[in-house]
């Protein structure tokens, strides 16, 4: 079946510093590939995404990149703010009809300070 | 700019009580999903619906039940609660299409809090 795996969290910062927040994924085919991310209090919402092999998804100052041979979509940030506080989730859609299901890794916290 | 809203946000069962959870969206999408969201589990998908009237079980269906009569609703009901099921529900709902065309962007709501004692 499908899988997402997540670096385990939580990840603690300092303002300024550079993120990595690694995800692999197993599914059979060609899936999308995503980034959603959770702030305190609120719903998820979609940071990024790449729907095929070698794509960048970038939003916000965070880029990921859609690596087949690894089986890898790592989100980084070259400079986090205390902003980028939140829980963030790396999560796939199969390819083929899978009327829109993703499937999600288990969560990464990030907190940043000042 | 609602969106999808959840109903209630907050609620405190006794095992063996029934509760129902309304989700409502108004961007008159075909598509809509039923999560929990458990520490060190990430989101589970419960029960989702690719139109009116249709429903079909997710990853983790057990001891729930869901209705979709009308297009923008979509509603989560647990007849008989246990702890196990103390957990944060996400729903959510996408635009349909064709495998190529859908974006795969989900839309979600705040989310509901249930405990159950």
């Known amino acids: 079946g499908n899988s997402v795996t997540q670096m385990e969290g939580p990840v603690t910062l300092s303002e300024e510093a550079f993120l990595t927040i690694n995800c692999t994924y197993t599914a059979t085919g060609y899936p999308s590939l995503f980034w959603y991310v959770q702030y305190p209090g609120e719903g998820l919402q979609l940071l990024l995404k790449?729907?095929?092999?070698?794509d960048k998804g970038s939003n916000k100052g965070f880029e990921a990149t859609y690596r087949k041979e690894t089986t890898s979509f790592h989100l980084e940030k070259g400079s986090v703010q205390v902003s980028d506080s939140a829980v963030y989730f790396c999560a796939l859609r199969a390819g083929g009809t899978s009327y829109g299901k993703l499937t999600f890794g288990q969560g990464t916290i990030l907190t940043v300070h000042p | 700019n609602a969106g999808v809203t959840q109903t209630p946000k907050f609620r405190v069962l006794k095992t063996g009580q029934s509760m129902t959870l309304l989700c409502a969206q108004d961007m008159n999408h075909e598509y809509m999903y039923w999560y929990r969201q458990d520490p060190g589990m990430g989101l589970r998908l419960i029960h989702y619906?690719?139109?009116?009237?249709?429903?079909a079980k997710g990853e983790v269906p057990d001891g729930y039940n869901v209705s979709r009569l009308k297009k923008q609703n979509f509603l989560l009901g647990l007849e008989s609660a246990a702890p196990s099921q103390t957990s944060v529900y996400f729903c959510?709902?996408?635009?349909?299409?064709?495998?190529?065309?859908?974006?795969?962007?989900?839309?979600f709501g705040e989310g509901s809090r249930l405990t159950v004692l």
């Open positions: 619906s690719v139109g009116e009237g249709t429903t």
């Open positions: 959510a709902s996408s635009q349909t299409g064709l495998a190529g065309s859908n974006t795969g962007e989900l839309f």
């Open positions: 790449a729907t095929k092999a070698d």
